[in-house]
C-alpha cells in the first residue's frame, strides 16, 4: 500500500523548486540558468528517496522492487510537472528575455564546444540557428519534452531507487 507519500513528496519538491527558482530569479538569474538543472535533480531524488522509505516503512521495512519502483516514479512525475509548469509560466508570461539568455549560454557553451572539438564553420552556424530558432520554453517543446523525462531520466532514477530501496521478506527454511 503506497498511501498518498507520493503526492505529498512531488507536491512539496515542486513546491521547493519553485521557491529556489524564485530565490535565483530575484537574486541572480545566472544561477537560476545554470544551477536549477542540477538542484532540481538533487532534490528530486532526495523526495523519491522519502516517498520510497515512507512506503516501505508503512509495509513493515519490506518492499518489492515493484512497489518501491511506483512512489519513486510517482513523485518525480509530480515535481517534475510542477516545475515545469512553473518554469513555462515563467519564461512565457513572468520574463520572456530569460529565453534570450538562455539561447546566448547555449550559443556560448556550444562555441566553446566546437574550438575544442574542431567543427567546422558551416556546421557551427547551422547549429546556431537552430539554437535561435527553437523555442524550448513553448507549449511544443514542453509537451513533448515534459513526457519523455518521465521516461528519462525519470525511469532510469526510479529504477535505480528500486533497486537501492528494495528488501523483500525471506521465507524461513524448513
Do not use: C
Not at 513533448?144 to 531520466?153: G, N
Amino acid at each position: 500500500m503506497m498511501g498518498n507519500h507520493p503526492v505529498r513528496n512531488g507536491l512539496i519538491a515542486g513546491g521547493l523548486l519553485i521557491v529556489l527558482s524564485l530565490s535565483f530569479y530575484f537574486t541572480d538569474k545566472g544561477m537560476l540558468l545554470q544551477l536549477s538543472g542540477l538542484l532540481e535533480f538533487g532534490l528530486v531524488i532526495y523526495f523519491m528517496y522519502r516517498s520510497v522509505s515512507a512506503t516501505k516503512k508503512d509495509m513493515n521495512g519490506f518492499i518489492s522492487f515493484g512497489e518501491a519502483f511506483k512512489p519513486a516514479w510517482l513523485t518525480y512525475i509530480l515535481a517534475t510537472t510542477i516545475v515545469t509548469l512553473f518554469t513555462f509560466f515563467l519564461m512565457n508570461y513572468v520574463d520572456p528575455g530569460l529565453k534570450d539568455q538562455v539561447k546566448d549560454m547555449q550559443i556560448q557553451a556550444f562555441e566553446q564546444a566546437s574550438a575544442w572539438f574542431k567543427i567546422p564553420e558551416a556546421e557551427q552556424t547551422a547549429y546556431i540557428d537552430r539554437i535561435q530558432d527553437t523555442d524550448a520554453y513553448g507549449i511544443q517543446s514542453i509537451a513533448f519534452t515534459l513526457p519523455f523525462s518521465f521516461l528519462f531520466p525519470g525511469v532510469f532514477f526510479a529504477l535505480i531507487m528500486a533497486l537501492i530501496m528494495k528488501k523483500e521478506q525471506t521465507l524461513p527454511l524448513t
